[in-house]
T-cell receptor, first 115, second 109 residues
Framework: DSGVTQTPKHLITATGQRVTLRCSPRSGDLSVYWYQQSLDQGLQFLIQYYNGEERAKGNILERFSAQQFPDLHSELNLSSLELGDSALYFCASSVGAGAETDTQYFGPGTRLTVL | DAKTTQPTSMDCAEGRAANLPCNHSTISGNEYVYWYRQIHSQGPQYIIH???NNETNEMASLIITEDRKSSTLILPHATLRDTAVYYC??????????FGSGTRLQVQP
């Protein structure tokens, strides 16, 4: 158990819908990272928040957005869902903003299925 | 970015040591070598990291060659639960972790 929690574990929805994925970091961690993993693309970095502020952005679609709240939990919002958004979504957390020894610990993931 | 090369797959007998090699010949001086694993569809799990000295924790040992161009992850007594894909990569502290293809380790009973 990494200490990172994600809800829900599974989500099934229809195309065009909007969903929200939630992540709680390990106690004491200030950074939250979001990743998408689909079968054909491996692990793709989406976005990082550090202490409530956006810190780094990866291949995140405009239909996707995220935020980190004062209690440091984070939410990833996915809208206008398409079949291709079906994937595992992982959240990771780390203590700092991203130094060489800033280890990221991953949550168990949310499996999103878009029908 | 430093590139890594790992065997596609390896087998290991349960109870024996699993030695997983990684080549990172273009690693630069400030890059740490990190190892993670991913058991089928679970979240990637941090194993260990090191800069130039050998490291050991409760999960594994990491042996880094003196020239830092390669490393070996050692699981001293592999169990069936160690069956997973193992990833090694240098980390400069970039926010995005980049997992390559990794080594699929199959522990056989």
């Amino acid at each position: 158990d990494s200490g990172v929690t994600q809800t829900p574990k599974h989500l099934i929805t229809a195309t065009g819908q909007r969903v929200t994925l939630r992540c709680s970091p390990r106690s004491g961690d200030l950074s939250v990272y979001w990743y998408q993993q689909s079968l054909d693309q491996g692990l793709q970095f989406l976005i990082q928040y550090y202490n409530g502020e956006e810190r780094a952005k990866g291949n995140i679609l405009e239909r996707f957005s995220a935020q980190q709240f004062p209690d440091l939990h984070s939410e990833l919002n996915l809208s206008s869902l398409e079949l291709g958004d079906s994937a595992l979504y992982f959240c990771a957390s780390s203590v700092g903003a991203g130094a060489e020894t800033d280890t990221q610990y991953f949550g168990p993931g949310t499996r999103l299925t878009v029908l | 970015d430093a590139k890594t090369t790992q065997p596609t797959s390896m087998d290991c007998a349960e109870g024996r040591a699993a030695n997983l090699p990684c080549n990172h010949s273009t690693i630069s001086g400030n890059e740490y070598v990190y190892w993670y694993r991913q058991i089928h569809s679970q979240g990637p799990q941090y194993i260990i990291h090191g800069l130039k000295n050998n490291e050991t924790n409760e999960m594994a040992s990491l042996i880094i060659t003196e020239d830092r161009k390669s490393s070996t992850l050692i699981l001293p007594h592999a169990t069936l639960r160690d069956t997973a894909v193992y990833y090694c990569f240098p980390n400069t502290g970039r926010r995005a972790l980049t997992f390559g293809s990794g080594t699929r380790l199959q522990v056989q009973p």
